[in-house]
């Protein structure tokens, strides 16, 4: 699993005051917790780049004033005008105790559904698993090349060792679809058949009253 590292300093003085004072200076106020005790700190928002502002999932390594806090990122705060971040809890973690966290899902291969000409949908961009830290890989990947279309790739399909996962059995990771054209070309086609079968219906029927016509006696 990759990590980064995120510099902190503790925070003496805890209350809305002190983390208001705090964010003018563009410092984010947290909190670590999971040992039995809770370790507030505060780094600068540009740490959170690193974290927030991207797909992969990362053990937050924070070092406050030179102990060193290994987390995973559980909760975090954005104003509700400015988006900017306001707070965040981080969660610390052992070698030997279980964790969930949220791994981001790679797909691997072109569906052969797609080679057909169906479209691919993706449902989900992460799963949410258990594990050791030590069995923790840097994201989920998946071999999506044999679905064809009409199939999935869902949660009851997915086995890794040492990792449970925590959706539900039946939860949709990927599905390939029938492409919206190929279905409207195949509707369309029907339609155009059905038309030219009723032109010559008409057609037949108007040969067929001229004929009638012709032998009538005149009046």
Known sequence: MKSVEVKGSLREVVGKATSKSLRREDQIPCVIYGNGKNVHFHTHERSFKKIVYTPNAYLVEIDIDGKVYQTVLRDIQFHAVS????HADFFEVTEKEPLWIKMPIVTEGIPVGVTNGGRLVQKMRKVKVNGLLSALPEDIRIDISEIAIGQSIKIADMKIDGLEFMESANS??????TARAAVLDEVEGEEGEEGEEGEEDEEGAEGEASAKGGDAPAE
């Open 172 to 177: 949709v990771i990927v599905l390939v679809k």
């Open 83 to 86: 988006d900017k971040i306001i």
